[in-house]
């Protein structure tokens, strides 16, 4: 008998993902594993677990046996939860029954948003340094992504004025996200003014990724794209549990858009995912139900720490604007003669403090790294103190 040929599963894999990176999130937390000794900055996620009462409605749900299917849509009781969320909090109203669905978190609702408009050779426009799912997410759906940079000297803020260069015959869609995952940056009201009136004139769809719209600082408030003239009728807002409700286990997110883009994005999701679990979704309506009186209290602490962060690594010498959201800090650390991925792994391999590569976030990212300060205030003085003698060390042997 001939031996088979020796089966070569790289070639039978799907074109479509040979030029897509593993996340450089993930690249570098797998040097973390198992090292009981580190402080880590790095994974974007709150450090305490969910609010107890949040908790409780999960655990009654399943007491009463509610382990079933959910409609696809999501629980009728969330989706009227989550429609009186988001006009209380976006100032827009959407119809429960037509306009919203609930999801296994943003990741999904960003997917299908995504698979619902995309033909091959679309393009989308997104902001860089970005959360590392948007170029992947983009290509994945035959869409082409088009990265635009911000700048430390504009604190990541988006200018108008660079997504217009961007903009062609083939742009679909405009994909932002306010405040920013790595950056921590909010966009200014009069930019997002602007990237509005593009939208409308050059008739693209916009996605907004609210995901950190409840952790803003200095008594900011919140302001989404979808609020301006002519813009509800062309966005997708995405939103979830994860981030203010610490919930990043539960998987839970939803997309509120006009019926037509909810439907189509149903469409996959019902084939693809069915539904969200149901324990989730109950904990949700919970949730909702509590809003900020969950949130509130996990805010000021981070603004807190965002306030100690922010000082430390200002004292050290390393370059980083205030941000003023989610809970990420983003300083250049260039003035150490270093990369952002040469910081990142002597500061692991010499202080045990990880952080993550700021060019996992994209290239313009390079010089930077990203610090999370969710992380329990005496970790984060300790990180704090490794970091300042690390940068030390390393600027007295580049002077
Ligand atoms: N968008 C952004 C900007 C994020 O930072 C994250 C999580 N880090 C997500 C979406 C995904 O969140 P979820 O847990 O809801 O899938």
Redesign the pocket.
């Known amino acids: 008998m001939s031996h088979p040929r020796k089966l070569d599963l790289e070639s039978k894999l799907s074109t479509q993902l040979s030029g897509i990176p593993r996340s450089g999130i993930r690249d570098f937390f797998e040097l973390v594993i198992g090292r009981s000794d580190v402080i880590s900055l790095g994974v974007?996620?709150p450090d305490k677990p969910t609010p107890w009462p949040i908790r409780e409605a999960a655990i009654r749900s399943l007491e009463k046996g509610q382990t079933s299917y959910t409609s696809n849509l999501g629980l009728e009781s969330l989706r009227i939860g989550i429609s009186k969320y988001v006009e209380e909090h976006f100032r827009v109203s959407y119809d429960p029954k037509t306009e919203i669905l609930v999801t296994?978190?943003?990741?999904?609702?960003?997917d299908l948003a995504f698979r619902a408009v995309l033909n091959p050779g679309d393009e989308v426009i997104y902001h860089q340094p970005?959360?590392v799912?948007y170029g992947p997410s983009i290509t994945m759906a035959y869409g082409v992504p088009v990265p635009v940079n911000t700048r430390l000297e504009d604190n990541f803020a988006l200018k108008a004025s660079d997504v217009e260069k961007a903009i062609t015959p083939r742009t679909k869609v405009i994909a932002l996200?306010f405040p920013?995952?790595?950056t921590g940056a909010v966009e200014p009201p009069e930019e997002l003014e602007k990237i509005a009136a593009l939208c409308v004139k050059h008739d693209l769809l916009c996605f907004t990724?609210e995901?950190?719209s409840e952790l803003l600082y200095d008594g900011a408030k919140h302001k989404s794209i979808v609020e301006y003239p002519g813009m509800r009728e062309r966005t997708v807002l995405?939103h979830?549990?994860?981030?203010a409700f610490a919930m990043?286990g539960w998987?839970?997110?939803y997309a509120c858009a006009p019926a037509p883009l909810r439907e189509a994005m149903m469409k996959i999701h019902q084939y693809c995912m069915l539904c969200a679990p149901i324990m989730s979704q109950m904990a949700g309506v919970e949730a909702l139900r509590l809003g900020a009186e969950a949130y509130e209290g996990m805010r000021q602490s981070y603004e807190e720490r965002r306030n100690f962060v922010v000082k430390r690594l200002n004292e050290m010498g390393l370059h980083c604007f205030n941000p003023g959201g989610?809970f990420y800090v983003f300083p250049d650390v260039s003035s150490t003669g270093l990369t952002g991925r040469e910081f990142a792994l002597k500061l692991l391999e010499e202080k045990s403090v990880a952080v993550v590569p700021g060019d996992a976030f994209g290239p313009s990212g390079e010089s930077c790294v990203r610090c999370c300060y969710a992380t329990a205030p005496e970790l984060l003085e300790k990180a704090m103190d490794g970091m300042a003698a690390f940068v030390a060390k390393y600027r007295k042997a580049g002077a």
């Open positions: 974007g996620e296994v978190g943003v990741s999904e609702a960003l970005c959360y799912s996200n920013t995952n790595p990724d995901i950190y995405l979830g549990f994860s981030k990043t998987r839970l997110g989610a």
